[in-house]
Nanobody
Framework: EVQLVQSGGGLVQPGGSLKLSCAASGFTFRNYAMTWVRQAPGKGLERVSTINEVGVSTYYADSVKGRFTISRENSKNTLWLHLNSLKTEDTAMYYC????????????????RGQGTQVTVSS
């Protein structure tokens, strides 16, 4: 069974930092590019960041570039997202997904996804 199990997140003040983790099982993790998406209240899905299979190539949304860092460790089947200099507009539910499963549709979460991690940025 394919599983993506997330941890991390929580409540943080503006300017603060958080780390999200995603532990993968049930598939060959090193064969998949991985993506973090987020959904803010009342808004569609947004691709936040993507990392390729070997962790060399990355993509960041303009809204998080320079503040978030995606990484992975294939020997541990784990994906991370480091969130720095957080802003109130980063408040959202964050999901890890396999990039191949994500169509880019702003309204549709992939069936295979992490359980979601709430990030709330508030003073």
């Amino acid at each position: 069974e394919v599983q993506l199990v997330q941890s991390g997140g929580g409540l943080v003040q503006p300017g603060g930092s958080l780390k999200l983790s995603c532990a993968a099982s049930g598939f060959t993790f090193r064969n998949y590019a991985m993506t973090w998406v987020r959904q803010a209240p009342g808004k569609g899905l947004e691709r936040v960041s993507t990392i390729n299979e070997v962790g060399v190539s990355t993509y960041y949304a303009d809204s998080v570039k320079g503040r978030f860092t995606i990484s992975r460790e294939n020997s541990k089947n784990t994906l991370w997202l480091h969130l720095n200099s957080l802003k109130t507009e980063d408040t959202a539910m964050y999901y890890c997904v396999r990039d191949a499963d994500y169509s880019g549709d702003a309204g549709r979460l992939p069936v295979i996804r992490g359980q979601g991690t709430q990030v709330t940025v508030s003073s």
